[in-house]
């Protein structure tokens, strides 16, 4: 009886041992997949302010153009 008590144990303790291990193994993927995200986050963040400084240059560009030649074209 003491030995299938013990058997039972040292088995139970594998299966334990195996489960942490594959958690261990989701949360790493876990882990992986997030840096992925943040990494592709600030890409955006980066794109994001490139095109806002393109929209304030060329805005600012534009609006000088166009107030130029709406100027001329209405003779004042």
Not at 1 to 6: E, G, N, V, W, Y
């Amino acid at each position: 009886m003491t030995t299938l008590d013990s058997k039972h144990k040292r088995e139970k303790r594998s299966f334990i041992s195996y489960q942490l291990s594959v958690i261990s193994y989701q949360l790493s993927v876990i882990s992986y997949q997030l840096s992925v995200i943040s990494y592709q986050l600030s890409v955006i963040s980066y794109q994001l302010s490139v095109i806002s400084y393109q929209d304030r240059v060329v805005g600012c560009w534009g609006f000088r153009v166009l107030g130029f030649w709406g100027f001329r074209v209405l003779g004042f």
